[in-house]
């Protein structure tokens, strides 16, 4: 049974910086494409960031240039640095798969928000 917990959300002024951790229970980091989700108020749920076991990497717009995305199959874990925030960065932050195996994985995320 694989499980996914998210962490490292909180409370960071604009300009500053956080870093979310995934953690998984099964050995899910040996799939190909894992990545990082935001949902905010009144908006879709959107992709932030992707990346493969190859290391091909895939950032949102918005994000460009201040988020870093990056993964460790050792310790089943995946990492997104934030850098200089923005307050439209607040959202819930999630880890999941884009295949379809992780429409069941969706868990309760970890809640980043931005003042400023």
């Known amino acids: 049974q694989v499980q996914l917990v998210e962490s490292g959300g909180g409370l960071v002024q604009a300009g500053g910086s956080l870093r979310l951790s995934c953690a998984a229970s099964?050995?899910?980091?040996?799939?190909?494409?894992m990545g990082w989700y935001r949902q905010a108020p009144g908006k879709q749920r959107e992709l932030v960031a992707q990346?493969?076991?190859?290391?091909?990497?895939v950032y949102a717009d918005s994000v460009k240039g201040r988020f870093t995305i990056s993964r460790d199959n050792a310790k089943n874990t995946m990492y997104l640095q934030m850098n200089n925030v923005k307050v439209e960065d607040t959202a819930i932050y999630y880890c999941?798969?884009?295949?379809?195996?992780?429409?069941?994985?969706w868990g309760q995320g970890t809640q980043v928000t931005v003042s400023s």
């Open positions: 990346i493969t076991r190859g290391g091909s990497i």
């Open positions: 099964g050995s899910i980091f040996s799939i190909n494409a």
């Open positions: 999941n798969t884009p295949y379809s195996l992780g429409r069941d994985l």
